[in-house]
Nanobody, 119 residues
Framework: QVQLVESGGGLVQTGGSLRLSCAAS????????IGWFRQAPGKERDLVAR????????YYADSLKGRFTISRDNAKNTVYLQMDSLKPEDTAVYYC????????????WGQGTQVTVSS
């Protein structure tokens, strides 16, 4: 089992920044990939970025490259999503999730944190 707890969401103006945190506990994370997803009202949940816990390789959705940065702190067992130059269309519930590197299905999910960008 992997437990994930997100924090850091809130209300921000267009052009502002937020940093989301995903605190992980449970199993050793070296075999896992941690992803950040987001879901806006009436839309599907989409992958924003992911990071391999071991090695730190990252992936970003094309539309978000250059504005969002995913990183991890091994000592704190925490993954971050730094979001800059925020736009109203970034408004969504943001979730972190975990999967084993050898699979494609994310088995563990956090409860989500709301990000609202005002125009």
């Amino acid at each position: 089992q992997v437990q994930l707890v997100e924090s850091g969401g809130g209300l921000v103006q267009t052009g502002g920044s937020l940093r989301l945190s995903c605190a992980a506990s449970g199993r050793t994370l070296s075999s896992y990939v941690i992803g950040w997803f987001r879901q806006a009202p009436g839309k599907e949940r989409d992958l924003v970025a992911r990071i391999n816990w071991s090695g730190g390789n990252t992936y970003y959705a094309d539309s978000l490259k250059g504005r969002f940065t995913i990183s991890r702190d091994n000592a704190k067992n925490t993954v971050y999503l730094q979001m800059d130059s925020l736009k109203p269309e970034d408004t969504a519930v943001y979730y972190c999730a975990a999967r084993l590197r050898v699979t494609t299905k994310y088995d563990y999910w956090g409860q989500g944190t709301q990000v609202t960008v005002s125009s």
